[in-house]
């Protein structure tokens, strides 16, 4: 249900950020520097549950990662409110 909803949002960058968003609520604890979220996602595992491809995933990736919203790191996906 919500993977459907998703789909049906316009952007790469914001569908990845609302899927893990949806993640962090569920598995997601709270740091100082951001929401962490402890699962290991490949690119192309993130791409599968967003309906869009590795590349395409990649490059989305980049631009949250440089507007310091997502960062990756050996605990996971860290999220913040920027």
């Known amino acids: 249900q919500f993977q459907l909803a998703l789909t049906q949002v316009h952007g790469i960058g914001r569908r990845l950020e609302l899927l893990l968003w949806h993640l962090a609520d569920r598995w997601g604890r709270v740091t100082p520097r951001g929401v962490v979220v402890p699962l290991d996602l490949t690119h192309e595992m993130l791409?599968?549950?967003?309906?869009?491809?590795?590349?395409?995933?990649?490059?989305?990736?980049?631009?949250?990662?440089?507007?310091?919203r997502v960062e990756r790191s050996r605990d996971g996906w860290v999220l913040t409110r920027r």
């Open 47 to 68: 791409g599968r549950l967003i309906g869009a491809r590795r590349p395409s995933v990649t490059t989305a990736l980049r631009t949250l990662a440089e507007e310091g």
